[in-house]
């Protein structure tokens, strides 16, 4: 059988009749990804290590970022480049990310309305929204 065939199983919620090869296959878990991003995580460790491969599908289906390595959803400048693509990636990052204030005004400064995905003990530190209100402002003095 051919990965095409394959993917019927993935159809058919299936997934432990894939074959293991199969996981490792970047074109052929990129399509399992787009039936439903839940099955990144039968993907091999290799493709859930591969920033290049992870960066691909986490850009639209930021749930499946909770699948990927562990040591990619704690390395700072990766996330900081896909929370520009997609800011719901951080409920999906290490708990001690999620808790670290310095990253968080990093995440906002970038992209302001990852705000709705911060740990719930940001929403009213004054820094924090001292920075969203900052970030606003310069938005509307670049307009002009």
Do not use: C
């Not at 693509?85 to 808790?99: Q, V």
């Not at 940001?122 to 307009?143: P, S």
């Amino acid at each position: 059988m051919n990965k095409w065939d394959i993917l019927e199983y993935i159809l058919k919620d299936e997934q432990d009749k894939v074959p293991k090869k199969f996981w490792s296959d970047e074109e052929f878990v990129f399509h399992a990804v787009h039936w439903n991003g839940f099955n990144f995580q039968y993907a091999s460790n290799n493709l859930k290590k591969s920033e290049k491969f992870v960066a691909k599908i986490v850009k639209y289906w930021s749930y499946t970022f909770q699948y990927a390595d562990l040591n990619l959803r704690k390395k700072e400048e990766f996330i900081l480049e896909m929370v520009k693509y997609n800011a719901e990636i951080i409920n999906y990052i290490d708990d001690n990310l999620k808790i670290n204030k310095e990253f968080i005004l990093k995440v906002l400064s970038l992209y302001s309305n990852a705000y709705n995905f911060i740990d719930e003990s940001f929403k009213h530190d004054n820094e924090i929204l001292n920075k969203l209100r900052n970030n606003k402002l310069e938005k509307i003095i670049e307009k002009f």
